[in-house]
């Protein structure tokens, strides 16, 4: 079976462009959460959404959005970018929108903002 | 006192030794707990769940304390293979929606 799928794998983009980055999770996963990890920190939750409704958003700035497909893939766009925003951004999903089971977690895409 | 702490290291071990860290959580609600490994520029991987009672996986040993909260990680006869970081996971201790706050990772690199 496929895990979680996350396109593209690397990405550099300039200072106050935009960038979408997509997701699928696996198969029956209905869940899809979003995280930033910067280099020397652990993951840090951005989004989580659960048929194709946002159910929670971490503390980030609105220039992050996100949403969910009917298949429960899932877009995160990040408008106006920043230096900070340089990071490895991870997809998980899990099978439900349970709190109790654990995420698997895709590839990642890495953004370099130069 | 932060939602999870861990020792960043790195612990230098070498192969063949055990080795072993703790993770500490502030949430004495937290239901649920784990352990994820994460080598260098990949995602993070599910190496155990944490249950009450503690767990085994071959040469990796979970436990939990609720009393003090915390969780430990024991790894026996260390191979070259299990450097990586290590990361904690906790459910319930003010994570977002989805529950799950991670720590910031041991790091452990084992010499041969």
């Known amino acids: 079976d496929a895990g979680v799928t996350q396109s593209p794998t690397h990405l550099i983009k300039t200072r106050g462009q935009h960038v979408t980055l997509r997701c699928s999770p696996i198969?029956?996963?209905?869940?899809v959460s979003w995280y930033q990890q910067v280099l020397g920190q652990g993951p840090q939750f951005i989004f989580q959404?659960?048929?194709?409704?946002?159910?929670g958003r971490g503390n980030f700035p609105d220039r992050f959005s996100a949403r969910q497909f009917p298949n429960y893939s899932s877009e995160l766009n990040v408008n106006a970018l920043l230096l900070g925003d340089s990071a490895l951004y991870l997809c998980a999903s899990r099978p439900d929108r349970g709190r109790y089971s654990p995420l698997h977690f895709g590839n990642g895409t890495r953004l370099t903002v130069t | 006192r932060k939602e999870v702490e861990q020792d960043p290291g790195p612990f230098n071990v070498p192969e063949g030794a055990t080795v072993a860290f703790n993770c500490t959580y502030s949430n004495s609600a937290s239901q649920s707990f784990f352990w994820y490994r994460q080598d260098c520029r990949k995602e993070p991987k599910l190496l155990m769940s944490v249950y009450s009672s503690g767990n085994e996986d071959g040469r990796f040993t979970a436990q939990l304390n609720r009393a003090s909260q915390y969780i430990s990680l024991l790894i026996r006869d260390s191979k070259l293979s299990d450097s990586a970081t290590y990361l904690c996971v906790v459910n319930g201790a003010g994570g977002g929606a989805d529950g799950l706050t991670f720590g910031k990772g041991t790091h452990l690199i084992i010499q041969p």
């Open positions: 959404y659960y048929e194709k409704e946002e159910r």
């Open positions: 198969s029956g996963h209905k869940s």
